[in-house]
């Protein structure tokens, strides 16, 4: 047996069957999608075999006793059902690949004394309590239907007969084929050219639970889920308002991705509806699973290190953004809403920042303020002091650092870009390993490798509290976008202070600056209200106390400034009668 099997190793031999290939191409039309049916082929050839006598069994028709059965397409609209059952029926096996896709249900029955019908959905989007209690009990009863004399007989079974909240009508087959993939019964009758659609959708989903991104302490521990009709009633929970509008589209052609364009009428701009709504409406591609891959789409441009799109898994602060004049756009699938326009003050803001007094806050805020600051420019200034600036340095710090890098071999460059690339590698580690492992791994990881690198004598200390310091003030930014654009920005600035010290450094700043005075999100400059100057709005860094926001930020143009009226604090009354809000 080991004879053999060395043999087979050292020695050729030519396979009995010729192995797996996977081509390019290995015939005409191998690669093509399957083509969608046309109902009117479809029905000329029932029109056809009837006339003939030809195959009868395929198209076995049952005498019905509603409405009159035209046996002729002449007047067949493209796209549009038939009145002829069977042909709907074959029209929609043929669409839905019947019988090779299994998980597609269609139910056929008499429906009482008035003629056949076909009901059509999709096992495990419907809740089949629905179809069982309230759907085909009521149309196989005759009794529903003895009322019936004329007029319009859908519009009677949807009156009278079928016992849902949720019934609309469509004679459109794409409609009807995105309905049904999205969970709703199609019922088909025969002798009508209209289809109903009932509620039914009933698939699994999770549960709302805590924000895992943008946790607070003081506020709502409520967060979106992946299900857009969930997403849709939290909006709704807290926005309860007749002008907030959400209009449907689908933003994708292959697995039919349906997004909402939430706002509030007489608060958003026009404008910029309209440009939200342009921008969603040109899109011509196969899949989007989620925001992030809308937001590619649809943001002003792509080559941007900074988010020009902001998205949240709050509904409370989705809510504060529609309040504000923007746009909402929600997705199915992710459990993240987008707001736009934005600018970079959006991104430093936190829902935490209006529960709280105006003075937690405000200090909030220039804490986070100092974090940005700190993650992106503490390495480069670290290297361009410690490479061309010593002048700088406090003689027995110079001493310190000197001391401790005796044993270093590396150049400060080199020692500081390897412990950022291993700090990046341990946080990334953490994110990925599930459950209690990551946190373990990213704290001991990160003393363990720390304290080995400098008893090895790889890094100095001194550079480790750098590297920690960096670290931990990126933490603090509340926008993982903006954050993981931070991270990335800082090595760009560390190689500029590498190479040109505080020149360099200086060099950065201004290019940073140019960057984003130049950016606008949705017609928005990236730094208003500051660059340009407008109308600040009290809102900005400083927190002034919520009494004195009278105004909406002029960022949006808001069709509606006043977000409350001048005297907020109606119950401070002073002496003469009137109110004192501006005495605090």
């Given at each position: 047996m080991i004879i053999k099997g060395v043999k087979n190793l050292f020695i050729y031999k030519e396979p009995d069957k010729q192995p797996f290939e996977l081509l390019e191409k290995d015939e005409e039309g191998v690669n093509q999608q399957t083509p969608i049916p046309d109902i009117e082929e479809i029905s000329n050839q029932y029109n056809k075999d009837n006339k003939s006598g030809g195959d009868q069994k395929k198209y076995k028709r049952t005498p019905v006793k509603v409405g009159e059965i035209k046996t002729t397409a002449d007047s067949q609209e493209k796209g549009v059902l038939s009145d002829q059952l069977l042909v709907?029926?074959?029209y929609m096996k043929q669409r839905f690949n019947l019988p090779l896709n299994q998980d597609v249900v269609i139910r056929e029955f008499n429906m009482g004394n008035s003629g056949n019908a076909f009901l059509m959905f999709i096992d495990g989007m419907i809740d089949n309590s629905i179809i069982n209690q309230f759907v085909i009990p009521q149309l196989s009863d005759t009794k529903n239907f003895t009322n019936y004399k004329d007029g319009n007989f859908v519009d009677y079974i949807i009156r009278n007969v079928i016992s849902v909240n949720q019934v609309t009508k469509?004679?459109?087959?794409?409609d009807i084929t995105v309905d049904v993939l999205r969970g709703m019964t199609?019922?088909?009758v025969d002798g009508e050219k209209e289809c109903i659609l009932i509620g039914s959708i009933g698939f699994e989903k999770r549960s709302i639970d805590k924000p895992l991104t943008e946790s607070i302490i003081q506020g709502s521990q409520e967060a979106f889920t992946e299900d857009l009709k969930t997403n849709l009633s939290l909006l709704r929970r807290s926005v309860k308002n007749e002008n907030f509008i959400i209009e449907m589209t689908q933003v994708s052609k292959t697995n039919r991705a349906s997004c909402a364009i939430a706002y509030l009428k007489g608060i958003a701009n026009p404008r910029l509806l309209d440009e939200v709504k342009r921008r969603?409406?040109?899109i011509d591609t196969d899949l989007i699973?989620?925001?992030?891959?809308?937001e590619q789409l649809i943001e002003d441009s792509t080559f941007m290190l900074?988010?020009?799109i902001m998205q949240t898994e709050r509904p409370d602060r989705a809510a504060s953004f529609l309040l504000e004049g923007k746009v909402l756009l929600i997705t199915e699938g992710t459990p993240f809403v987008m707001a736009v326009p934005i600018t970079l003050f959006h991104l430093l803001h936190s829902s935490e920042d209006s529960l709280l007094r105006w003075e937690y806050g405000t200090f909030l805020r220039l804490i986070r303020l100092i974090g940005v600051l700190t993650a992106l420019f503490l390495p480069g200034l670290y290297i361009a002091l410690t490479q061309y600036h010593h002048e700088m340095i406090p003689t027995q710090l110079l001493l310190s650092i000197?001391?401790?890098?005796?044993?270093?071999?590396?150049p400060v460059f080199i020692?500081?870009?390897?412990?950022?690339?291993?700090?990046?590698?341990?946080?990334?580690g953490g994110i990925r390993v599930p459950g209690v492992i990551g946190n373990t791994l990213g704290i001991v990881g990160a003393l363990i490798l720390g304290q080995a690198a400098v008893a090895a004598g790889f890094v100095s200390p001194a550079l480790i509290i750098i590297v920690a310091v960096t670290g931990i003030s990126s933490f603090v930014i509340p926008t993982y976008s903006l954050s993981l654009s931070i991270r990335i920005l800082r090595f760009i600035v560390l190689i500029f202070g590498a190479v040109a010290g505080f020149y360099g450094v200086s060099l950065a700043i201004i290019g940073l600056a140019l960057v984003a005075t130049n950016m606008k999100s949705f017609g928005v400059p990236f730094l208003s209200p500051i660059a340009p100057k407008a109308v600040t709005g009290h809102d900005v860094i400083i927190r002034y106390p919520t009494w004195e926001q009278e105004k909406r930020p002029d960022a949006t143009n808001a069709l509606n400034q006043s977000r409350q009226g001048p005297q907020a604090r109606g119950w401070k009354k002073s002496k003469g009668g009137d109110n004192n809000d501006k005495g605090r």
């Open positions: 709907n029926l074959e469509s004679n459109n087959l794409d199609a019922l088909f969603v409406n040109s699973l989620g925001g992030g891959m809308l900074f988010p020009q000197v001391k401790s890098r005796l044993s270093v071999p590396f020692e500081i870009l390897m412990l950022e690339i291993s700090f990046e590698l341990i946080r990334e």
